[in-house]
């Protein structure tokens, strides 16, 4: 193959395609091109734009990041209740808004990271 799994890792943490390394993936900060601007692979699986693998990574970096903390504080009488409910939920909210064109690509690099043969790069070469 000519691109390996931490290859495709690397790319994909940088928010870059995991076929070509270019920068092409993003239409917006919510949306993914259909295909990359730099090499023209397929990106976009879902009619609507969005991969729903995004959700389950921001609720369990969510938890992590925000949830634990608050928890903890909240059990220690370090903030109230009512306050780590706010933050807890204001909390996640922006932390998931702010990842999610990294998140994004997490899932891309999952997907591939399991199968990199689907990588065009990587088919071209088989077929050579």
Partial sequence: MKIERVEIITRSLSGRCPNCGGFGMFKNWFRLNKRCTDCDMQLEKEESGFYFGTTSIGYVLAIIIVIIPICIL????????????????????????????????????????????????NTTDAKD
């Fill in 74 to 121: 909240a059990v220690l009488d370090k903030i109230g209740m009512w306050t780590g409910v706010t933050i807890g939920i204001v909390g996640s909210i922006l932390l998931c808004v702010l990842l999610y064109p990294l998140l994004l690509s997490w899932v891309i690099m999952s997907y591939f990271v399991v199968c990199p043969q689907e990588l065009p790069e």
